[in-house]
């Protein structure tokens, strides 16, 4: 019989924030595989690296840095290929996720290609945008608001009208698209009711009024936007 292939998520880096499903499969894992990028080292494995057991086999998805799609969904099908031949043993093989897995996660990618050739089983997990709105003390919806996820690399005239429609708003992989979405934010009088926050959870959080943030933002970072900030009281 196959293998089953779990999509574990690890949380937004805290490796306490694990769920306990998510340790356990790890910690029983004969076969892993999760994604780095350009050779360097993975995030995903570095949150689960004190659960990962010393025998178990590990499946390197090194994915390119480049806004090209073809160099990533090749690098994913040689992920799936090498996946694909554990599975026809009977290995079970557990694919490691930061965040959670199908919230902009790197598993979607390997569900695609084989959840429907073998047993897939998604093990869900804590969300970079609850850890930020966690550490924020700032709660992102209330009532009958929407709350609105914006990816930061979206074109600014379909972001701009997003702002001006959403509630709550929250704006993902900001890095370098931070002097355009300030740019927005301001155009919206909304720069003073936005918090940032970068590396959530981790040692290294930041977390600043975004008038007082940073130039340059990495990847990891975050905006919130709550425009009915008294609603919940």
Known sequence: MSGTLYGVGLGPGDPELLTMKAHRLISSAKVIAYPTLAG???F???IAADVIPETAREIIMDIPMTTA???AQAAYDKGAEKITRELEKGNDVIALCEGDPFFY????YLFARLSDQFKTEIVPG????????AAQGLPLAARNEVLTVIPGPLE????????DQADSLIIMKVG??????RKILDAAGLSNRAAYIERATLPNEVRLPLTSAPETAPYFSMILVTKGADAWL
């Open 69 to 71: 799609r073809e160099p």
């Open 40 to 42: 360097g080292n993975s």
């Open 156 to 163: 600014e005239k379909t972001m701009a009208a997003r702002v």
């Open 126 to 133: 804590v969300t970079s945008m609850t850890a930020c709105a």
């Open 176 to 181: 370098r698209h931070l002097p355009k979405i």
């Open 44 to 46: 995903a494995r570095a």
């Open 105 to 108: 996660g790197s598993f979607m």
